[in-house]
């Protein structure tokens, strides 16, 4: 069973920054890809950046420019840089990944909020 233990969430000014990061139990290479999903109240879980196991990021349109994911293998540890934060940003972030039989893991999640 993997866990995936989250950190670094907060309260922060709009404009501000953050910097999440998720400690894996087991070497980031066991996965074909690790994530930062968010989720707002009333709202589905949304992808906000993945790093796959060969370092190709993927960001959402909405944090392009802003966010920053990136990985250190010899720390089983994932990080999501989140610059020029903004209100909209408010929500509940989770690590996850996803292994190569298909099946994804979670962290218990980290509040991050954003005030105007």
């Known amino acids: 069973q993997v866990q995936l233990v989250e950190s670094g969430g907060g309260l922060v000014q709009a404009g501000g920054s953050l910097r999440l990061s998720c400690a894996a139990s087991?070497?980031?290479?066991?996965?074909?890809?690790m994530a930062w999903y968010r989720q707002a109240p009333g709202k589905q879980r949304d992808l906000v950046a993945s790093i796959s196991s060969g370092g190709s990021t993927n960001y959402a349109d909405s944090v392009k420019g802003r966010f920053t994911i990136s990985r250190d293998n010899a720390k089983n540890t994932v990080y999501l840089q989140m610059n020029s934060l903004k209100p909209e940003d408010t929500a509940v972030y989770y690590c996850?990944?996803?292994?190569?039989?298909?099946?994804?893991?979670w962290g218990q999640g980290t509040q991050v909020t954003v005030s105007s």
């Open positions: 087991v070497s980031a290479f066991s996965f074909v890809s």
């Open positions: 996850g990944s996803l292994s190569v039989y298909s099946t994804w893991s």
